[in-house]
């Protein structure tokens, strides 16, 4: 029996092109890291190395950890000092990435009506970001925050999709069985390889993401209404 529904949300809550999301992103953050006197060519390169660590965390420390060991590891006690600096433009800056994504009404209404009809939710996004921005994007996308369970943000995963262990790690956390969960989301390779320990999957293809190109007839997909229907049937 299905009792916890998971939801990407980069292409799944929050509609985007994830070329335009993340050139807005990295650009406003560039631009604000350059005023405290980083090269912005030597910043976007190791925030891309940051990713990549952060992509291949072996689980025995957290994402942040990850990332800022790389970070530092190339701007060294300067980039200790500018923390307070990322805190900032994630709490202001950050915002003004929003109009680089869509906004579909439809997925938050379905996240309130998969949570009225008792299922447990948990944000199941790639945990790159800080848990402030995890927040701000959720609201982005019209959803309240209070309605999941567990949010992942680099400071409380230490792995990322399509890294089974993502998701062997959430299930720890709530306390769940693969058999209990659906994971929701538009990637077809993210997302779908939380069939490799056991839990369901179901492609929303409003923003698909399929760059392996799999047949995605071999999974359930469709809309936010597919997905309702699906989680009933089953």
């Not at 891309?48 to 701007?75: C, I, L, P, S």
């Not at 839990?199 to 071999?218: P, S, V, W, Y």
Request: aromatic fraction near 12%.
């Amino acid at each position: 029996m299905i009792k916890t529904v998971l939801f990407d949300l980069d292409g799944t809550l929050l509609p985007m092109d994830q070329k335009a999301f993340t050139d807005a992103y990295f650009g406003a953050l560039t631009k604000k890291l350059a005023c405290h006197g980083y090269d912005a060519r030597a910043f976007s390169e190791t925030m891309w190395k940051g990713v990549v660590a952060m992509m291949n965390n072996d689980g025995t420390r957290t994402n942040e950890e990850r990332f800022w060991e790389v970070f530092d590891g190339v701007f060294g006690e300067k980039s200790k000092a500018d923390r307070r600096v990322f805190d900032e433009f994630y709490e202001s800056e950050f915002d003004g990435v929003k109009a680089s994504c869509g906004y579909n009404e439809r997925a938050s209404q379905a996240v309130r009506e998969i949570k009225n009809l008792g299922y447990r939710l948990v944000l199941a996004t790639n945990p790159f970001f800080p848990m402030t921005a995890q927040l701000k994007r959720l609201k982005w996308a019209g959803c309240d925050p209070d309605d999941f369970e567990l949010i992942t943000s680099f400071e409380n995963s230490s792995a990322c999709k399509p890294n089974p262990a993502y998701f062997t790690e959430i299930l720890k956390k709530i306390e769940c069985t693969p058999d209990e969960c659906i994971m929701a989301g538009n990637d077809a390779t993210e997302d779908t390889c939380a069939e490799k320990i056991g839990m369901r999957t179901f492609l929303l293809t409003e923003c698909l993401i399929n760059k392996d190109g799999k047949d995605i007839a071999a999974y359930p997909h469709g809309g936010f209404d597919d997905l309702i229907a699906y989680i009933n049937k089953i």
